[in-house]
């Protein structure tokens, strides 16, 4: 997968999480997996790849899981508006 849709997919979820969160509590792994791998991908996601964005995310700071749900951090918020601005 070209690096160019990857980012663009962790893109889209950073979006789709923040809106989660702005309406309850942020997601659960299982809705985002569910997400990635029909909504965003278009079903040409593995659970595998789905998981890898999950855990890079995570790696760069960018969301925290908060009890059962993972919600957007400051530092994702800030990088998102940077990267749609």
Known sequence: MPQSERSQIMK???RWLDA???KGSG????????HIMS???SLGATKRTARSYIETL???G??????L???LTDRGKNWLK????
């Open 27 to 34: 997601a659960g792994t299982g809705d985002i997996l569910k």
């Open 82 to 85: 940077r990267k749609l601005d």
């Open 62 to 67: 960018f969301i925290h899981q908060y009890r």
């Open 39 to 41: 909504e965003i991908s």
């Open 20 to 22: 989660k969160a702005k």
């Open 58 to 60: 995570s790696e760069l």
């Open 12 to 14: 889209e979820l950073l």
């Open 69 to 71: 749900k993972w919600k």
